[in-house]
């Protein structure tokens, strides 16, 4: 993992990959795909800015021929990811890069099983999953349930709403709430990032929908091929021990 002080996306991005040496992996990959965080609307820093994920395209491109997509699913039962992806101007991303962007709501699933689980002894999940190289781009960010919301929950986008609305709430994704931290474990079980880039230059002190920033700014970018690390250190971050964050012990 490395830490590094915020500068711009287009110095620190390149920068911090070359020090962890992402070059070596990525140049290996055939398909690639960039998960932000698009729970809702909300700009940056509630959700992930597309200004980042366009670093990372270019810092993809430079070292691999990989085929990129950018994909999500959106937690809102009102509209889609992808009206998400237009409000928020990963449209403009897309354009420019040539980069698919794509609603995980709505791509062909498989049922997968796992008897070491707490909760979900099985789970649905995009069968992509087995054919790409996952780059999660979080944003720094207390949560209401989890304390902080990370690279490893992240991975809910990936949560088709048809088996997981449930009944805990109007959120497409609200079953699996129950028992937040548990199944934030069983998931990244399942399907849990090759590589993070946790966005830390600003940081939500509160709660993940809003409330204060953090105040300084954070700034900083971390980098990890380990989500649960780095999820370790964006709760200290917050100013949290993860050894009272029940997901990250």
């Known amino acids: ?5 915020f500068e711009s996306y287009e110095k620190t991005i390149p920068e911090i990959l070359d020090k962890i040496k992402a070059y070596e992996i990525l140049e290996k990959q055939e398909n690639i795909l960039i998960k932000p965080n698009i729970v809702n609307m909300s700009p940056f820093p509630i959700t992930t800015s597309p200004e980042i994920c366009g670093e990372i395209i ?14 999500d699913g959106c937690g809102e039962p009102d509209y889609t990811t992808l009206d998400a992806f237009n409000h928020l101007g990963y449209k403009e991303i897309s354009d420019k890069y040539d980069v698919k962007l794509v609603d995980l709501n709505n791509v062909p699933l498989k049922k997968y099983t ?6 979900h002894k099985e789970m649905y999940l995009p069968r992509l999953i087995e054919t790409h190289f996952i780059i999660s781009v979080p944003v720094l960010k207390a949560h209401s349930l989890a304390q ?6 992240n991975m809910m986008g990936l949560l088709p709403p048809k088996h997981y609305k449930g009944r805990y709430g109007i959120w497409n994704k609200a079953i699996f709430h129950n028992r937040i931290h548990e199944s934030i474990v069983d998931l990244n079980k399942y399907v849990s990032p090759h590589l993070t880039i946790l966005d830390a ?3 939500m002190a509160e709660y993940h929908l809003g409330g204060a920033k953090c105040s300084p700014p954070v700034n900083k970018i971390v980098v990890g091929f380990d989500a649960k690390e780095v999820d370790r250190k964006a709760a200290e971050l917050l100013g949290f021990d993860w050894r009272d964050i029940k997901h990250l012990r």
């Open 58 to 71: 270019k810092y993809i491109r430079k070292h691999s021929s990989a085929a990129i997509i950018i994909g």
């Open 114 to 119: 796992n008897p070491n689980c707490t909760v």
């Open 201 to 203: 230059t600003v940081g």
């Open 148 to 153: 902080i919301t990370g690279s490893m929950k």
């Open 1 to 5: 993992m490395v830490v590094l002080e």
